[in-house]
């Protein structure tokens, strides 16, 4: 077996944007019109600076160079000639490129290269603006005495097949045209610093193991696709310094400061995480974490995870409120995500109706934002699932459209894969709903809406896995234990214990009871909890469980409750509660 060689080198990986889109258009007039800019502009500029072609795709190009240095000049010649070349197409029909550039140690297999370096290089260029450049760390480092290039940070990112997040960087090129890459982690997410934790110990140890903490909340949090994360370089130049708010939001232009310390008494360690709205100060959330020492490794990642399940919700809590306190016209593309969530977290029907609105809205004032379009394929999954689809074949292929659009457009967005696997759910493909989920997953473990929609794919089984629902939602509401939809979440569980024991019984209490208290419980939840009640012979209980349920939703029957599930079990399991139905009808739920 050959030993293969390696080196040090510059990787740069491009690729044509929307290249399945022009060449549906008119292939022909498309592939004679990439080879004149091969010929007379990409090629002479790889070539100036010293580099050489690896790999030709088609509509993509792997080229190596001498260094950082080349591969940036000749990527800013190439991306600018082709600029300047296009004008004088329609803007539908222009050629564009993305180009992503790493630097290190690869494999040389003859004229090929191999190894992870290729494989950033290939993932930064989806990072890319179309005529943009998207490079490593490691390369704005080397570039980083050159003042002629304008280069900025654009956070901690997950890329595919990449177990870490790789710090990305832009370098400008003048020729970038708008992205939602580079538009919505500037302007519309919520930014997030994580600052170094102070160590309150005498013990270097400790400092490692602050510095630890603060690293993998970095790490952990930019799972989030709502969030953008200032990398650890940036972040850690605040170490040992003094930590004004407001100069950190001036000098980072974040919107959220997380900072904490470490304490070691003994055998037993102390951690403190706050929340802070930089631009004021103000101290949105905070908790401690008190635990024994014993494996460091594991307490880091314990705490480290205790951390990102408390303060992310808050975050998204805060979010939402600011985006209810501002005129509906002067909403960015990200408020009215954020105020549409208000609205169909509630569950009512106007709530649904002006989120679908919302969602929308935000779609069209913004065509290469992923979000929206998530969001509107899950307002079509809760019409169904919810017993309001009038047409629910209908509302699964708009659901279906949209999910796939959000893949399309960020195929990084985990809300994306979990919408898709609930509408694959109601589609009765399991396979490729549990594909889907995993996708999320491997994303963000940390989302607790992964976990749920876990739970969804069981219910519409004809043979749930009722103790995998189980798991699952209770991991759910560990992971999120203020979540807007921890109402879901129990009611789920009570679900699975329905289907497990085929009777609503009293098992069902500790998960239903909190379902029903919680704000924006559906009415299914509620006249479930009327009919708990009624068995227990509270029947006081009851009424105010069922005048609940049509307060939620006026339009609640009986009818909507025997047809209005759609998942195998319900039919049996509404049969076992027949009687209490009538008794409810006796109290006041119409029966059509």
Sequence with gaps: MKTLERRATTIAAADVVGFSRLVAMDEDAVFDRLRRLRQNIIDPAIATHGGRVVKSMGDGLLVEFPGPTAAVYASLSAQRAIAAHELTQSEDLRIRLRVGINHGSVLI????VLGDVVNIAARLETLSSPGG????????????????????????????NIPTPVEVWHIATGVEAESRSTVTQSADRPSVIVLPFDNLSSSVEDGFLADGIAEDLINELSRFRSLFVIARGSSFAYKDRAQDMRQIAQDMRVRYVVKGSVRRAGARLRVTAQLIEAETGHQIWSDRYDRDMADLFALQDDITRCIVTGLTPEIGAHERAMSRAKPTESLSAWEMCQRGLTEIDMRTTGGIRNATALFHAAAEADPTYALPHALIGRVHAVRIYSGRSRNPREDVIKGMYHGNRAIELDD?????????????????QEKDARDALARARALNHNDALVYNAQTFINLFQKTPDTAEMEEAGLEAIRLSPQDPMLWSFYWMLAVAIWMRDMTLGENMRKYLEPAARNPG???????????????????????????????????????????????????????????????????????R
Aim: glycine share 8%; aromatic share 6%.
């Design 521 to 591: 419980a559906e009415a299914f939840v509620h006249s479930a909890y009327a009919v708990l009640s009624l068995r227990a012979g509270n029947r006081g209980t009851a009424q105010r469980a069922l005048e609940q349920a049509l307060t939620v939703r006026p339009d609640f029957t009986l009818e909507v409750i025997k047809y209005g599930f759609h998942f195998p079990k319900w039919p049996a399991l509404v049969a076992g509660i027949k009687t209490d139905l009538e008794t409810l009808v006796a109290m006041g739920l119409p029966r």
């Design 133 to 160: 450049i998207c490079v490593s760390r490691t390369v704005r480092d080397m570039l980083a005495q050159d003042a002629s290039l304008s280069i900025t940070g654009q956070g901690m990112q997950y890329v595919r």
């Design 412 to 428: 990084r967005l985990e809300l994306g894969h979990i919408t898709l696997a609930q509408l694959l759910t109601l589609q009765g």
């Design 109 to 112: 297999d003859g004229s090929d």
